[in-house]
C-alpha cells in the first residue's frame, strides 16, 4: 500500500508553523501546525472544535471565501488542514492572520452552536478557541511573509 503524502513528512522535525503540504493542479493544501507533534502538548478537543468553527466561519466569509474549499482539524490535534483553490501562499497567510484576529476580537456566541448546527454542540468554549488563536497568531506574526518557503523543515 501506497503511504498517503502527509505520512512521508518526518514528523519529528516540525515545529509550529505553515507548511504547503501538497499541491494538486490549482488546488493547495496548507498544513496548518499549531502544536508540536508527538511532544505531549495537544489541542484538547473542545480546543480543536471550536476553533475549527470560528476559524471555518470568518475564513469562509472572509476576502477569499469563495477559493476555499475546506477547513479541519488533523486527528492528532496538532493543527488543521487548509485546502484553498488558485490563492499565492502570501494571500493566504496574510488572510489567516486577519482571521486569527477576527475570532480573538469576536464576542458573542460560537458559530454553529445549536443541536440543529452541529453534531456535538455541547463541547464548544470560544475563550478556548481566542487562547489558541493568539498562540497561533504569535507563531505567524514570527513569519517574514514573502521570505517563507511554506516548506517542511528538512
Given at each position: 500500500?501506497?503511504?498517503?503524502?502527509?505520512?512521508?513528512?518526518?514528523?519529528?522535525?516540525?515545529?509550529?508553523?505553515?507548511?504547503?503540504?501538497r499541491?494538486?493542479?490549482?488546488?493547495?493544501?496548507?498544513?496548518?501546525?499549531?502544536?508540536?507533534?508527538?511532544?505531549?502538548?495537544?489541542?484538547?478537543?473542545?480546543?480543536?472544535?471550536?476553533?475549527?468553527?470560528?476559524?471555518?466561519?470568518?475564513?469562509?466569509?472572509?476576502?477569499?471565501?469563495?477559493?476555499?474549499?475546506?477547513?479541519?482539524?488533523?486527528?492528532?490535534?496538532?493543527?488543521?488542514?487548509?485546502?484553498?483553490?488558485?490563492?499565492?501562499?502570501?494571500?493566504?497567510?496574510?488572510?489567516?492572520?486577519?482571521?486569527?484576529?477576527?475570532?480573538?476580537m469576536?464576542?458573542?456566541?460560537?458559530?454553529?452552536d445549536?443541536?440543529?448546527?452541529?453534531?456535538?454542540?455541547?463541547e464548544?468554549?470560544?475563550?478556548?478557541?481566542?487562547?489558541?488563536?493568539?498562540?497561533?497568531?504569535?507563531?505567524?506574526?514570527?513569519?517574514?511573509?514573502?521570505?517563507?518557503?511554506?516548506?517542511?523543515?528538512?
Amino acid at each position: 500500500m501506497e503511504k498517503i503524502t502527509s505520512f512521508q513528512v518526518d514528523h519529528r522535525k516540525i515545529v509550529p508553523g505553515m507548511y504547503v503540504s501538497r499541491i494538486d493542479g490549482d488546488i493547495t493544501t496548507f498544513d496548518l501546525r499549531l502544536k508540536k507533534p508527538n511532544a505531549g502538548n495537544y489541542m484538547s478537543h473542545v480546543e480543536m472544535h471550536t476553533t475549527e468553527h470560528m476559524i471555518a466561519t470568518f475564513i469562509r466569509n472572509s476576502a477569499i471565501g469563495r477559493y476555499i474549499i475546506y477547513f479541519g482539524p488533523m486527528g492528532c490535534r496538532t493543527g488543521f488542514y487548509l485546502l484553498t483553490r488558485g490563492l499565492a501562499n502570501k494571500t493566504v497567510l496574510e488572510t489567516l492572520k486577519k482571521v486569527l484576529k477576527d475570532v480573538i476580537m469576536y464576542e458573542g456566541r460560537v458559530f454553529g452552536d445549536t443541536e440543529e448546527e452541529c453534531g456535538n454542540y455541547r463541547e464548544l468554549e470560544l475563550e478556548d478557541a481566542k487562547n489558541i488563536c493568539r498562540e497561533y497568531l504569535y507563531i505567524l506574526n514570527s513569519y517574514s511573509g514573502v521570505d517563507k518557503d511554506f516548506e517542511y523543515p528538512q
